[in-house]
């Protein structure tokens, strides 16, 4: 089992930038790729970002490409997604996940075992 946990969620104006963690924590944290969903009310999951166990693969959603970056520090057992450019559409509560399936599978929801909480990130116009 691993537990995650978000953080870095908060208010901020559109155009500018936040920083979002995933920390977790049980066993060894290499061992699985790490999933960003976002949800906004009224509106369905919606994938945002992915990365694989090694970092060496990484994916995004259509409508955070070139805006918003994840990493991982498997030594600190934290994923990260830095968000720039933000628009109120971004406003969602932000979870991450985290997933024992191959790299190419990690854009799908149901490929994730485990998940977060969520974060609230609200974009002001």
């Known amino acids: 089992q691993v537990q995650l946990a978000e953080s870095g969620g908060g208010l901020v104006q559109a155009g500018g930038s936040l920083w979002l963690s995933c920390a977790a924590s049980?066993?060894?944290?290499?061992?699985?790729?790490i999933g960003w969903f976002r949800r906004a009310p009224g509106k369905e999951r919606e994938f945002v970002a992915a990365?694989?166990?090694?970092?060496?693969?990484?994916y995004y959603g259509d409508s955070v490409k070139g805006r918003f970056t994840i990493s991982r520090d498997n030594a600190k057992n934290t994923v990260y997604l830095q968000m720039n450019s933000l628009i109120p559409e971004d406003t969602a509560v932000y979870s991450c996940?985290?997933?024992?399936?191959?790299?190419?599978?990690?854009?799908?929801?149901?490929?994730?075992?485990?998940w977060g909480q969520g974060t609230q990130v609200t974009v002001s116009s």
């Open positions: 996940a985290a997933s024992y399936a191959p790299s190419l599978s990690l854009v799908v929801p149901a490929a994730y075992a485990f």
């Open positions: 990365i694989n166990k090694s970092g060496g693969s990484t």
């Open positions: 049980g066993r060894t944290f290499s061992v699985y790729g």
